[in-house]
């Protein structure tokens, strides 16, 4: 049974946490049996000896999940038989949760596996982004809407430990959820695309154990007169939020307000980067690098950069891969 935030009134549930890469439409799926690289079309398979490597997980437009050495840019394994994986994260125990758009479900991988240990029933219309709390385990996953019935309002579904039923999070008004991230205490900043058709950003703060969204202004050169315009997601570096809009990376500290700390430049990569994914070797640790993957006129790509430093790309992944939308890290075991 669906549990909803307290307060607030039951929803009507219409069948059906990164925004998409500029020019790719959630649900446009290629043949969802093709797969990147020689694997075979119908089975997911990885590579053996993977506990201690660090892994990129990227969620493909052809209904594949490509999974890569992380440091040797590599490919070592392929998730299939998703209708349109979109969005990707994962948890301090190094396991994966891929979202897709189209059947409205969660899965959780273990780290370089290649069967779902658990499937999430996402009550919600068509989960994008996600992200999971250190300590809690809870996961939460943006839900936005069919990208040609933007009547539908989306919500923010929250699963406590990652199992379970979600408590959903909705405002009254035309929010789109996309992209959400906790930081280390367990507190979330999500992002909406607003309004019937999606022209307006919209931040939401979520305070660890809170039952009410709160609207969040994000000051700083980001945001215009009329708002901020365009933002693939959100992420924690470990000590800052971490807005993504085109190729600039502004983060700010939040502490009932948020107060903007500075901007970092991402250049020489393949394009607009999609939620990006900020690497950091423990829970304790800070950012030291960013990756995150881009996609037009039928090229993809997965672009790494230095972190905070940014500047020109220092690498790049450019094989099998498929107008990718969503990133995540899983560290190896010590």
Known sequence: MIRFAPGMAALVLLAGCGAPPQGVVPGAVNDQNAVAGSASPDESWTAKGLKQRDLLYVTNADGTVSVFRYWQRS???????????????????????????????????????????????????????????????????????DYYYYYTDGSLAIYPHGSGSPILYKTNDEDHFTSCAYDNHGDLLTVSRYGYYGLYTQFYYLPKQ???????????????????????????????????SYDRLY??????????????????????????????KSLKGEGTQVVGGASDDNKSAVDYWR???GGNAIDAITKDLDAPSGVAISLGKE
Request: charged letters at 15%; one cysteine or more.
């Open 307 to 309: 972190y905070p430093a």
């Open 251 to 280: 983060r700010f500290t939040i502490n009932v307000k948020a107060q903007y700390v500075d901007t970092i430049t991402l250049s020489g990569g393949y394009g607009s980067v999609a939620a990006p994914a900020i690497y950091r």
């Open 210 to 244: 809170s039952s009410k969204l709160i609207p969040m202004n994000l000051p700083g050169p980001g945001q215009s007169s009329s708002g901020w315009d365009y933002v693939q997601g959100v992420a924690f570096d470990g000590k800052y939020f971490v807005v993504a």
């Open 75 to 145: 490919l070592v394994g392929v998730l299939t038989h998703f209708k349109r994986p979109w969005g990707a994260c994962s948890d301090q125990s190094g396991d994966v949760y891929i979202t897709d758009f189209t059947a409205a479900k969660v899965y959780e991988y273990a780290h370089g596996g290649t069967k779902a240990i658990k499937v999430l029933d996402d009550p919600g219309y068509s989960p994008e982004g996600c992200s999971v709390a250190p300590g809690s385990g809870d996961l939460a996953v943006g839900n936005g809407t």
